[in-house]
């Protein structure tokens, strides 16, 4: 009989089944957790979906949907959402509420926490958000603010992980205004090892706040941020091209100068030429054609852009069934 010692079983980690928020304001409030979590939650939705398989963990649940701005992708994924999981969202424009004639946040979230199990929220000012999920005693979800679009990038990142089968160590470019969306990816790259590059002019860059904030998180998982004015650079050897618009809602008096700032920032064949061979191009939508990206990038081979709006359904469908449930 052998004397030797069984080796000690392999200690698994075990897997998260929750989410360590109970809503979800910004990327960067999430643990890298949480963001697994989101993509794993999303990825085996779509599947069961594609599949044929229903999922109606939200049965008879009620979700509010305040939109103070514009919206197709992010109204029209979330109601069907609801709707898929079982449940229902009510689209709320912010002017129809009593909120446009000057109730409260407080007020409006106390009382929508008496009637529905989640609000989702759409407004300028980011603090507007944070007010509400403070106040309200149901999950909160931001569905886009001037400073963050958290459920914009966890879509993008499912849909790089589902082409590349890998983020960590992916090469991401972002060239163009350092916004919301901008910022977001910032973040989600940093949560995930992505070497990301952002190429902005002067004046329109990322805030230092956000490249600062963002660093120890960035380290931990081995992920980097390279900031140029170069767009070129950026976009060397790249996996991934991703732009916005010029011109993000509520900007539209600055439009002019915008154009001029970011013209040399356009998204087009010869910018595409410098990405690796197998790059592809993302754009959060809605897209404005002949700015920063041409017909030829966004409809050409390399676009990815559908698949990107289609992959905000089934994640967002895994933010509410993880916060909602
Ligand atoms: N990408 C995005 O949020 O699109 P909508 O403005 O149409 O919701
Ligand atoms: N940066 C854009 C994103 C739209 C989805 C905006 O805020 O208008």
Partial sequence: MSSRKKPAPVKKKKSQQRLSVGSL???????????ELILKTAAELKAAFTRGQADRSLQGR?????????????RVSFET??????????????????LGRGETIADTA???S????GIIIRTDAHRKVVEMAREASVPVINALTDYAHPCQVLADLLTMQERFGKLKGLRV???GDGNNVARSLIYGAAKTGIELALASPLGYEMDKDTVELSESVRVQ???ALYLTMDPQRAVAHADVVYTDVWVSMGQEK???QRVRALKKYQVNDKLMSYAAPHAVFMHCLPAHRGQEVTDEVIDGKQSIVFTQAENRLHTQKAILKLLMK
């Fill in 254 to 256: 600055d439009q002019a």
């Fill in 114 to 117: 008496r009637y529905v199990g």
């Fill in 25 to 35: 304001l910004t990327i960067a409030q999430l643990s890298k957790d949480d963001v």
């Fill in 221 to 223: 998982n081995k992920g």
């Fill in 81 to 98: 959402a609801m709707f898929q999981l079982g449940g229902v969202m009510l689209y709320l424009a912010g002017r129809d509420l009593q």
């Fill in 173 to 175: 470019a972002y060239v």
């Fill in 110 to 112: 106390r009382v929508l």
């Fill in 62 to 74: 009620v979700l509010a949907g305040i939109f103070e701005k514009s919206s197709t992708r992010t």
